[in-house]
């Protein structure tokens, strides 16, 4: 498959994605953008890691 060979792929930890703590939800934290300072798209929780 391509662009193959990152460890792992999805894993926690340095610039992967925000979790929102209530329901769940995952999103891809941004370059810049805090995780407390983006909403859960679902529920409207702040985002965290
Ligand atoms: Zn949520």
């Not at 859960?40 to 702040?46: F, S, V």
Request: with cysteine; glycine share 20%.
């Amino acid at each position: 498959m391509p662009g193959k060979g990152r460890q792992g792929g999805f894993a926690l930890g340095p610039g992967g994605d925000c979790v929102c703590p209530k329901c769940g939800y995952r999103t891809t934290h941004q370059r810049g953008t805090p995780c407390y300072s983006i909403k859960c798209p679902k529920c409207g929780e702040n985002m965290t890691r």
